[in-house]
């Protein structure tokens, strides 16, 4: 077996979704002192408490407390409870109790994250029997953003692939600041610029400029400092730069943190005059963008060991499970469109001579160099691999028999001097498995060896119609 030691490995950088996105979020929303709420579980046991819920039911332990227990509700549990299960179907409920400072409203608010497959918790939110409209619609804005962080939280953490991911971060941008034009922009390829990877409520992904500018995107990547502009429908446009020409009327660009630097900048535009934005809608953003990073980074390291999981480590050429399925992706193509298809099976010969003759390394030479002049001998419709140690295999889609041959002939004869391959050949019958089309390429195979190496044998086609319409001619 050829060891494949002279390529090593990329290195995947270790990234873990964080998990604790939506127990920040919960934080943050609490953290207003002045503010009484708590967040119970389905058992009414308290699982998060402000400090104004702390003042208003006694200064001891609260967190894992049953809310029945610390109320001493007796005779009125029955309405608690209830009022917790209307407020996990949906439905806010107001219940007054006696407290240790008197008699408060408790407003159990609906959270629509116990829909979506979450942990089903409920924001309890005290205050006076009476109290004004205004601090009502306060608690309500907190369980609101509470809902919406938590939600976007949950969609990044489901994302498995890069582009899904950052799409996410878009739309879920939307979402958290009440948007409608938002943009992730990051580093282009060589660091020296700066590209939009995605972007929602405008087409504008892709758009690219220099790094070295004054625009607030740049700005936001070299002090990792969020801005704001009221105005930038009459700036320059180069420094409202990606929202610039978007319609947006108003902006405001959040850096996207890791522990190395900055990973991205989350533009937002708002197509209508704007406030500057205050501590609640910067908190979530903030919240928003440090998720955001662990979600870009987890499906770039994801992408990257699928990638390595199907990729031979030497060659860098597909292995033996991206072939397989490359090649029944190919035997459904063809089976619509009636097309031929034929595979070829490759295999250097004497190739564990040369290596016990000049070792691994310069076997992994040969290797190389076969893969690489192969490659540009072939179509980019043809898929070359690496499936095991001196075999090879490629797919041909769209040729016969007769030309598959002839690209086999050339595959032999673009071989440096010394070195030689045996080939065999064999075309799809249209009715035949990928494990018996192979099985008579493999017999081809063995026939050039037995022939004496450094061959071309293609087996007959089995009778057989091929399924699908035909092609029409060119």
């Known amino acids: 077996m050829i060891r494949g030691g002279s390529n ?4 995947v950088e270790q990234v873990a979704v964080s998990g604790s996105a939506v127990a920040e979020m919960r934080s943050r929303a609490l953290a207003d002192p002045a503010t009484s709420v708590l967040l119970v579980d389905a058992e009414l046991r308290i699982r998060m408490c402000s400090e104004g819920a702390s003042g208003e039911l006694g200064a001891e332990p609260l967190v894992g407390a049953p809310l029945l227990d610390v109320l001493e509700a007796g005779a009125g549990a029955d309405r608690l409870e209830r009022a917790a299960e209307r407020a996990r179907a949906g439905t806010e409920t107001r ?13 159990f608010v609906p959270l629509s994250g116990a829909t979506d497959g979450a942990e089903p918790l409920t924001l309890i939110a005290i205050s006076e029997p009476h109290a004004d409209g205004a601090e009502i619609e306060e608690l309500r804005s907190r369980a609101s953003d509470l809902e919406t962080l938590a939600t976007a939280a949950r969609a990044l953490a489901r994302s498995s692939y890069p582009v899904e991911a950052r799409r996410t971060i878009c739309e879920a941008a939307i979402d958290v600041a009440g948007a409608d034009v938002v943009a992730l922009v990051e580093l282009n390829a060589d660091g020296h610029g ?12 892709g758009r690219t400029i220099d790094m070295d500018r004054t625009d607030h995107a740049a700005r936001a990547f070299a002090t990792g400092r969020a801005e704001f502009t009221p105005g930038i429908g009459g700036e320059n446009s180069a420094s409202a730069w990606p929202l610039g020409g978007s319609g ?3 902006a405001s660009w959040h850096p996207v943190r890791r522990s190395i630097g900055i990973r991205a900048v989350i533009a937002v535009g708002w197509r209508r005059p704007q406030p500057p934005p205050g501590n609640r809608m910067m908190g979530s953003m903030e ?10 980074d987890r499906a770039a390291a994801l992408e990257q060991l699928t990638e390595m999981a199907r990729t031979d480590p030497l060659t860098e050429l597909c292995n033996r499970r991206a072939w397989q399925d490359e090649l029944s992706r190919e035997l459904a193509r063809s089976e619509r469109g009636g097309q031929p298809l034929a595979v070829g099976l490759l295999d250097l010969d004497e190739l564990k001579s040369y290596n016990d003759r000049w070792g691994h390394a310069a076997g992994d030479r040969v290797l190389l160099t076969a893969a690489a002049r192969w490659r540009r001998r072939l179509r980019l ?6 499936i095991g140690g001196d075999e090879f295999a490629v797919t041909m889609p769209g040729c016969t028999l007769e030309g598959a041959t002839e690209v086999a002939d050339q595959l032999r ?42 061959a071309t044998v293609s087996l007959p ?9 035909p092609l029409p001619s060119s």
């Open 8 to 11: 090593p490995r990329p290195e």
């Open 248 to 250: 947006a009327d108003a």
């Open 381 to 386: 419709t043809d898929v070359l691999a690496r």
């Open 194 to 205: 700066l590209v939009v990877a995605a972007a929602s409520g405008a087409d504008i992904e």
């Open 95 to 107: 219940v007054d109790t006696r407290m240790p400072a008197g008699t408060r409203t408790l407003r």
């Open 413 to 454: 004869a673009a071989l440096p001097d010394g070195l030689s391959c045996s080939i065999g050949v064999a075309e799809w019958s249209g009715a035949e498995s990928a494990s018996e089309l192979l099985g008579r390429a493999d017999e081809a195979l063995y026939a050039a060896k037995n022939a004496g190496r450094n």
């Open 287 to 296: 919240l928003l963008a440090g998720e955001a990073a662990v979600a870009i």
């Open 461 to 469: 086609t089995p009778a057989g119609p091929r399924t699908g319409r």
